[in-house]
């Protein structure tokens, strides 16, 4: 083990980022982005098996004195402690996180709430008694309003309802194309046998089509930023602090107008006071961040 060596790892649902620096010399070791597809029809036993020869594979060869995961899916404190396990298997020194906990101290932020509009969607904050939760982030099927596939589910609800209005809009043609579909009543057939990361990627189609005038698409945008606020507004009912709000996702770094329209509702909703910024960095510099903290305790008493 090499105590200038931290590493961390970001588990999203569609990717994985593995970064490790050595403090020592401010030099990166290890920055890889692996593809991360079907991690949410893993079980726990099988995510901590991964996280096992990822930190085999890739980490453990450089020796870190400790690693912090940001995993998602790892909602409850029992399911971080099961993998966090599996990890010390490898790195003794590590712990994991859900992956929107990496948001703030990616941010260099202490104390506020995260939001992430990715694949998916949720927020993450601090209670009252110091103690870390996630809200949202229920999956494309019966959530994740904000996120690409909650954008693009509802997109296609909105073609088969302009479809039975007979109402011509231009965001009906637009999809159909992206996703390949000859009618709309083809659209639940495609999205149910489709792993939802494939057709997120058609939310920019979504944008694009309001943007161009479509009524249809530019409701689905507003009632999903609206959804947003209101996740916000339930992570402040937990405890968690909105004067400082973070987002971050590839939504949000994509689509700088769905950005503005998010940050004005959230200042409309909470006062001008509340600071809404966008993550300039990748969420593993908040793992790395963690890494270091677990190390201060041992570095202060030498």
């Given at each position: 083990?090499?105590?200038?060596?931290?590493?961390?790892?970001?588990?999203?649902?569609?990717?994985?980022?593995?970064?490790?620096?050595?403090?020592?010399?401010?030099?990166?070791?290890?920055?890889?982005?692996?593809?991360?597809?079907?991690?949410?029809?893993?079980?726990?036993?099988?995510?901590?098996?991964?996280?096992?020869?990822?930190?085999?594979?890739?980490?453990?060869?450089?020796?870190?004195?400790?690693?912090?995961?940001?995993?998602?899916?790892?909602?409850?404190?029992?399911?971080?402690?099961?993998?966090?396990?599996?990890?010390?298997?490898?790195?003794?020194?590590?712990?994991?996180?859900?992956d929107a906990g990496l948001v703030l101290p990616a941010a260099g932020v202490s104390r506020g709430t995260g939001v992430i509009a990715g694949t998916g969607s949720c927020a993450a904050s601090v209670d009252a008694a110091g103690r870390p939760f996630t809200v949202g982030g229920w999956g494309w099927v019966l959530g994740d309003e904000g996120g690409a596939a909650g954008i693009v589910r509802d997109a296609c609800r909105a073609?088969?309802?302009?479809?039975?209005?007979?109402?011509?809009?231009?965001?009906?043609?637009?999809?159909?194309?992206?996703?390949?579909?000859?009618?709309?009543?083809?659209?639940?057939?495609?999205?149910?046998?489709?792993?939802?990361?494939?057709?997120?990627?058609?939310?920019?189609?979504?944008?694009?089509?309001?943007?161009?005038?479509?009524?249809?698409?530019?409701?689905?945008?507003?009632?999903?930023?609206?959804?947003?606020?209101?996740?916000?507004?339930?992570?402040?009912?937990?405890?968690?602090?909105?004067?400082?709000?973070?987002?971050?996702?590839?939504?949000?770094?994509?689509?700088?107008?769905?950005?503005?329209?998010?940050?004005?509702?959230?200042?409309?909703?909470?006062?001008?006071?509340?600071?809404?910024?966008?993550?300039?960095?990748?969420?593993?510099?908040?793992?790395?961040?963690?890494?270091?903290?677990?190390?201060?305790?041992?570095?202060?008493?030498?």
């Open positions: 083990m090499s105590d200038g060596v931290v590493a961390g790892l970001d588990l999203g649902g569609t990717k994985a980022h593995l970064r490790a620096v050595d403090d020592a010399s401010g030099e990166i070791l290890l920055d890889e982005v692996l593809p991360n597809q079907g991690w949410a029809r893993l079980d726990d036993t099988a995510r901590a098996q991964e996280l096992i020869r990822l930190a085999s594979a890739r980490l453990a060869p450089l020796g870190p004195a400790s690693v912090v995961a940001g995993v998602h899916g790892s909602d409850t404190e029992q399911q971080q402690l099961l993998l966090a396990e599996a990890l010390r298997t490898v790195i003794p020194v590590a712990e994991v996180v859900n073609v088969l309802a302009a479809w039975d209005e007979a109402e011509d809009d231009l965001l009906t043609g637009m999809l159909l194309k992206a996703i390949d579909a000859d009618h709309p009543h083809s659209l639940g057939y495609l999205l149910a046998s489709t792993e939802p990361v494939a057709w997120a990627a058609n939310a920019s189609i979504v944008f694009d089509a309001a943007a161009r005038g479509s009524r249809r698409a530019a409701g689905v945008i507003a009632d999903h930023v609206a959804a947003l606020v209101r996740l916000l507004g339930v992570a402040g009912r937990r405890g968690g602090h909105l004067g400082v709000v973070v987002v971050a996702g590839g939504v949000f770094a994509a689509q700088d107008r769905y950005f503005e329209a998010f940050a004005n509702r959230v200042r409309e909703a909470y006062g001008t006071a509340t600071t809404v910024s966008r993550l300039e960095l990748p969420p593993v510099e908040g793992a790395l961040h963690l890494a270091r903290s677990l190390l201060e305790p041992a570095q202060g008493g030498r």
